[in-house]
């Protein structure tokens, strides 16, 4: 019987607890079914998350293009792999067929080895929502580069510190991107990251928008005439199983961002079949998520899990708002799209427009909404639920991480049942596990507790780049034989999961994993500033906004505070993005302090949250008085 696709309620029980009891079976056979291997491992699993070592697929070879393209051209060449969706409303769709993106990957993968790119090489793609974003990350996997993807609206200084720390040789961009109404100038943030990248020997270019870009001779090139003259014929790379697929960087609570490793085999088989199973993605559907290739989500849910399943997966190069808050809902009725993924920021920010965006269009071919990122509040799941899913499409609230790859936490549509604000059940082969404060584990349900995964899954990420130690503590070190979300949870009655929130100092604004600690260190390169903490705030739409308390070194005259707090934004737009920017910020003379010169982010946090009642005792602090000083400057 096959396991690959879950049908209903009794299916899932049976598989998932197939998956644990008989975890190397399981594995075996689900991979050895599903996907096409050069060679069969010599073991399914050799795991130790005392060191933490994982291996998934041990001796296999495979290559993960291959899996994605050519198998499909035997049954259909002719199938839509991908639908392009431009910024511009008048300007056409495209559909590229299996066969059209074979050949395009092909001679992108060739133009690649043209320049020196060989196996092992990290390749960094900076690129807009356009089809040659997934051509490339496809044609680097065919040669057995590793690809970074850096999100294309992070700041030069941002890209230059992801392109330095895996060492990327060779960069792909483009003239600029389009976003809404306005043109980014992609070439010139590539230029300015470049004065800090000695190694890059080659900038290949895509033109996009047609504007006038410098090029660098000897350095820079336009991709389409390297293109033209490239065979549409090339081999594969054939990549052992562990071999690294791609890195891609998340945002830690301390320091420089994490570059996580994912490997080749594992990741595949994960992303591949959550895509099938949470999605029920059925031949000739058409499955929608509007992410960034940039991120995680981009990664599994656009690219690898839908060509691996031979689906047609729509690329949106544009925003929700342009050139009206009705644009997803036109592409869906378009498309007649039938699975629908997006962020609950997104849900939240079209909720608060006229319902006649949504209204004046034809949404009867959605099956299934998917909203991934952050938790849901219950408000914008019965929105989603009632005006875009005409209360018959079931909802996945997936939780996942950039480090698991795939989904771990979701309902499956008609199979588990959802419920507003939780994850629901853990996917097949997946164990959760509740720990509290003593690392104690916590099995009783209707509780709360830190959330970790006691057993390895095949897509979690291998290590960080160039620094193991890190990936170890981060993960590996707060609780024994476990790997640690970072994430807490309650668990209901029926054992559905809710995730609570970050337990650290990781803020999730719009759906993207903030750091506070790199943001702090922008803020404190201002020349006038001593000290500052972030924290998170409710926020209707973005789910978090950043509040940030500073202290200033001496008040300046000459500046007023309004054009004080303009530079710092100004300095966090350019050290990270614009999308780590505050949306408050309170100058205060000092900051609340353990004895040992801790900031007290707790109470910070409960100052803005406006529990200021609900502080506790302050009298350990190293300056008690600091606090009612700032809870009557922020709560006047």
């Avoid at 160039?466 to 009655?493: E, I, V």
């Avoid at 300095?571 to 205060?588: C, H, M, T, Y």
Wanted: glycine content about 6%.
């Amino acid at each position: 019987m096959s396991n690959y696709t879950i049908n209903n309620l009794e299916d899932y029980k049976r598989i998932y607890n197939e998956s644990v009891d008989q975890a190397e079976v399981f594995w075996n056979d689900l991979a050895k079914d599903n996907f096409k291997w050069q060679k069969k491992w010599d073991s399914v699993i050799d795991w130790d998350f005392q060191k933490p070592e994982i291996k998934w697929f041990e001796g296999g070879k495979l290559n993960i293009t291959e899996n994605c393209l050519d198998r499909h051209l035997i049954n259909n060449p002719n199938k839509t792999a991908i639908i392009f969706e431009p910024n511009d409303p008048s300007e056409s769709s495209e559909h590229i067929s299996y066969e059209n993106l074979y050949h395009r990957v092909n001679k992108m993968a060739n133009v690649l080895k043209d320049k020196g790119v060989k196996k092992g090489d990290r390749v960094c793609i900076y690129l807009p929502m356009i089809p040659e974003l997934a051509i490339s990350v496809l044609a680097c996997a065919k040669v057995g580069a590793v690809h970074s993807v850096v999100f294309a609206g992070f700041s030069s200084n941002a890209l230059a510190t992801r392109i330095n720390d895996c060492q990327c040789k060779i960069v792909l961009t483009s003239d600029g991107s389009f976003r809404g109404n306005k043109i980014l100038d992609l070439k010139k943030i590539v230029d300015e990251a470049l004065e800090d990248c000695p190694q890059v020997l080659s900038v290949l270019v895509v033109e996009r928008t047609k504007t006038k870009i410098q090029l660098v001779e000897g350095r820079d090139h336009l991709m389409e005439p390297l293109i033209q003259k490239a065979s549409s014929q090339c081999p594969i790379e054939i990549m052992d199983s562990e071999d690294p697929l791609f890195i891609l960087y998340t945002s830690g609570s301390t320091g420089k961002p994490k570059g996580m490793v994912h490997s080749s085999a594992g990741y595949m088989v994960g992303s591949a079949y959550s895509f099938k199973n949470i999605f029920q993605y059925r031949d000739n559907d058409v499955y929608w998520c509007t992410a960034d290739i940039g991120w995680i989500t981009g990664h599994s849910y656009i690219v690898y899990g839908p060509l691996l399943n031979g689906a047609t997966t729509l690329m949106f190069e544009g925003v929700p708002s342009y050139p009206d808050y009705g644009r997803f809902w036109e592409i869906v009725q378009k498309h007649k799209v039938n699975q629908f993924y997006t962020a609950p920021t997104a849900i939240r920010s079209l909720a608060k427009e006229s319902i006649d965006y949504v209204n004046k269009y034809d949404l009867n071919s959605l099956k299934v909404l998917g909203t991934v990122g952050e938790p849901i509040n219950e408000e914008a799941w019965n929105w989603y639920n009632i005006n875009i899913g005409k209360n018959k499409c079931p909802i996945v609230d997936t939780w996942w991480q950039t480090e698991t790859g795939s989904i771990m936490i979701s309902s499956i549509p008609n199979v588990i049942e959802s419920k507003p604000t939780y994850a629901t059940l853990p996917f097949i082969g997946i164990q959760p596990v509740l720990m509290d404060e003593n690392g104690k584990e916590i099995k009783n349900n209707n509780t709360q507790g830190r959330l970790c995964i006691q057993y390895p899954w095949p897509s979690m990420a291998r290590t960080i780049w160039g620094d193991h130690k890190r990936y170890k503590d981060t993960y590996f070190s707060s609780f024994n034989n476990k790997y640690f979300t970072g994430d807490g949870a309650y668990r209901d009655k029926n054992g559905y999961y809710r995730i609570t929130g970050r337990v650290d100092d990781v803020i999730i604004v719009s759906g993207h994993n903030l750091g506070t600690a790199p943001i702090e260190d922008a803020i404190n390169e201002h020349n006038l500033v001593a000290e500052s903490a972030i924290i998170g705030v409710p926020h209707d739409i973005k789910g978090n906004s950043l509040f940030g308390y500073i202290t200033l070194k001496e008040v300046s005259i000459e500046l007023t505070h309004e054009n004080l707090k303009k530079e710092i934004n100004e300095l966090i737009s350019k050290q990270i993005g614009p999308i780590a920017k505050l949306d408050r910020i309170e100058f205060v003379s000092g900051l609340p302090k353990t004895r040992s010169g801790k900031i007290m982010r707790r109470i910070l946090r409960k100052i803005a949250h406006n529990e200021a009642d609900n502080i506790g005792d302050t009298s350990t602090l190293l300056n008690p008085e600091i606090v009612d000083e700032i809870i009557s400057k922020v709560l006047k």
